[in-house]
Nanobody, 115 residues
């Protein structure tokens, strides 16, 4: 059974940092293109980042470029999203997903950026 479990969210002040984790089971994470998505309150699901299966190349939506870094750990079958220089507009529930539409995703982890 495919399962994705996110963790690491929390309340952080503007300018702060967080590290989100995604644990995968039921499949080999590095064999798939993997995605980070987010959904802010009252808004649609938004693509944040992609890690390619081949080469582990990373891609980001413009609003997070230079501030967020995606990575993965083959041995642990996990992926990560490092969030830095956080802004209030980054407040959202963050999901890791097997597809960009978010059809197969975890339960999410909430990030609240507030002073």
């Amino acid at each position: 059974e495919v399962q994705l479990v996110e963790s690491g969210g929390g309340l952080v002040q503007p300018g702060g940092s967080l590290r989100l984790s995604c644990s995968a089971s039921g499949f080999t994470l590095v064999s798939e293109n993997m995605y980070w998505l987010r959904q802010a309150p009252g808004k649609e699901l938004e693509w944040v980042s992609t890690i390619s299966s081949v080469g582990g190349f990373t891609y980001y939506t413009n609003s997070v470029k230079g501030r967020f870094t995606a990575s993965r750990d083959r041995a642990k079958n996990k992926m990560y999203l490092e969030l830095t220089s956080l802004k209030t507009e980054d407040t959202a529930t963050y999901y890791c997903a097997k597809d960009r539409a978010g059809t197969i995703r975890g339960q999410g982890t909430q990030v609240i950026v507030s002073s």
